[in-house]
């Protein structure tokens, strides 16, 4: 059974202290591993996608990260902006994600 | 574009009521899809469909019903609700296999 766990559930970061989040999944073909963002009450929004292990893909403050096993996304001098909920995903056949339970990350000033 | 839209926004039922969620999108999406989403679970895919007149279970269709009879609109029923199903809901459509896209949500409260 495919399987997506993100850590940690919630992280509190000061303004400019650079952090980690984890997506580790266990899944019988990737076919693509999605990070999204989401706000409170508004529906997930795409950031990115990787597709094979040692690909890297950025955006503003933010890195994504894959390996065979894992995904980071790295948050480089977070703004208080970046405060928000991401979520991983994985696709292993065509049509549906699979997706992880996701990480809190409040920005403080 | 106005990408994916959900109607209603908010939505309050009283136990037994039916009910139905339409989402539509102007992209020209092939597929559609319909989630849950409960505090701490993530998003569980309801159902989903692959292309007009075509609809397929996902990992918690119980209690649930869908129909598309267009390519741009994808309904989602509630025929007896249940306290259970309290939750926010989303659709999303993709383009082949590239990523999803996400409505604004529909939150339900059934009572």
Redesign the interface.
């Given at each position: 059974e495919d399987q997506v766990t993100q850590s940690p559930e919630a992280l509190r970061l000061q303004e400019g202290e650079s952090s980690s989040l984890n997506c580790s999944y266990t899944v019988s073909g990737l076919r693509g591993l999605f990070w999204y963002r989401q706000d409170p009450g508004k529906g997930p929004e795409f950031l990115f996608t990787l597709y094979s292990a040692g690909e890297e893909k950025e955006k503003e403050r933010l890195k994504a990260t894959l390996t065979k096993k894992e995904s980071f996304l790295h948050i480089t001098a977070p703004k208080p902006e970046d405060s928000a909920t991401y979520l991983c995903a994985v696709r292993t056949q065509d049509y549906k994600l699979s997706f992880g339970a996701g990480t809190t990350v409040t920005v403080r000033a | 574009n106005a990408g994916?839209t959900q109607t209603p926004k908010f939505r309050v039922l009283k136990t037994g009521q039916s009910m139905t969620l339409l989402c539509a999108q102007d992209m020209n999406h092939e597929?559609m899809?319909w989630y849950r989403q409960d505090p701490?679970?993530?998003?569980?895919?309801i159902h989903?469909s692959?292309g007009e007149g075509t609809t397929a279970k996902?990992e918690v269709p119980d209690g649930y019903n869908v129909s598309r009879l267009k390519k741009q609109n994808f309904l989602l029923g509630l025929e007896s609700a249940a306290p259970s199903q309290t939750s926010v809901y989303?659709c999303?459509s993709?383009s082949g296999?590239?990523?999803?896209?996400?409505?604004?949500?529909t939150r339900l409260t059934v009572t």
């Open positions: - | 994916v597929y899809y701490g679970m993530g998003l569980r895919l989903y692959v996902g989303f999303a993709q296999v590239y990523e999803q896209y996400f409505g604004p949500g």
